[in-house]
T-cell receptor, first 114, second 111 residues
Framework: DTGVSQDPRHKITKRGQNVTFRCDPI?????LYWYRQTLGQGPEFLTY????????KSRLLSDRFSAERPKGSFSTLEIQRTEQGDSAMYLC????????????FGQGTRLTVV | TQLLEQSPQFLSIQEGENLTVYCNSS?????LQWYRQEPGEGPVLLVT?????EVKKLKRLTFQFGDARKDSSLHITAAQPGDTGLYLC???????????FGTGTRLQVFP
């Protein structure tokens, strides 16, 4: 296992299109987090899963955003009807037991909405 | 709203200089982490501190968690160009599994 993997690394889409990102966490990690980062800012929390259960969602996550982790392994983040304001880096992280234990981030998916 | 303010926002120094980055909040955290992030990459964990007053050293980097668990500092001795990057502090509030990130400090070390 080489770490947290995210796909694609880059995505350019037209406004109004739907996009889906995938995150493969470290295999033994039961917690998976999604964050969004705009240029020059720190990452902002979006949502997180413990196994397949989605335990918390940020108010930043409008109804156009949905995340799943169907079998408690990989996760997907879908954005419907993309807007220019959705342009950002979408980061995924995983950990075995919360942040006080070591957590690892993926390299992120850079989304550009034109 | 729990906020973590970092200062300075930008830091540009010569190789060999020392520097300190501060991370402050009005909230108390059960643990605090420091990350370094390079352009186009995800953050990479440097250290986790969990005890008030704790000091951890990682080669030329010294991390301190405030006694009240509300603030932290990162001190780099004899900075090198390889230290260039975005430094992020992040706190774990009590009774939640979110990690709240600071505003970031962008460090540039010139040879």
């Amino acid at each position: 296992d080489t770490g947290v993997s995210q796909d694609p690394r880059h995505k350019i889409t037209k406004r109004g299109q739907n996009v889906t990102f995938r995150c493969d966490p470290i295999s033994e990690h039961n917690r998976l987090y999604w964050y969004r980062q705009t240029l020059g800012q720190g990452p902002e929390f979006l949502t997180y899963f413990q196994n397949e259960a989605q335990l918390e969602k940020s108010r930043l996550l409008s109804d156009r955003f949905s995340a799943e982790r169907p079998k408690g392994s990989f996760s997907t983040l879908e954005i419907q009807r993309t807007e220019q304001g959705d342009s950002a880096m979408y980061l995924c992280a995983s950990s075995s037991n919360g942040w006080s234990t070591e957590a690892f981030f993926g390299q992120g998916t850079r989304l550009t909405v034109v | 709203t729990q906020l973590l303010e970092q200062s300075p926002q930008f830091l540009s120094i010569q190789e060999g200089e020392n520097l300190t980055v501060y991370c402050n909040s009005s909230s108390v955290f059960s643990s605090l982490q420091w990350y370094r992030q390079e352009p186009g990459e995800g953050p990479v964990l440097l250290v986790t501190v969990v005890t008030g007053g704790e000091v951890k050293k990682l080669k030329r980097l010294t991390f301190q968690f405030g006694d009240a668990r509300k603030d932290s500092s990162l001190h780099i001795t004899a900075a090198q160009p390889g230290d260039t990057g975005l430094y992020l502090c992040a706190g774990e509030p009590y009774n939640t599994d979110k990690l709240i990130f600071g505003t970031g400090t962008r460090l540039q070390v010139f040879p």
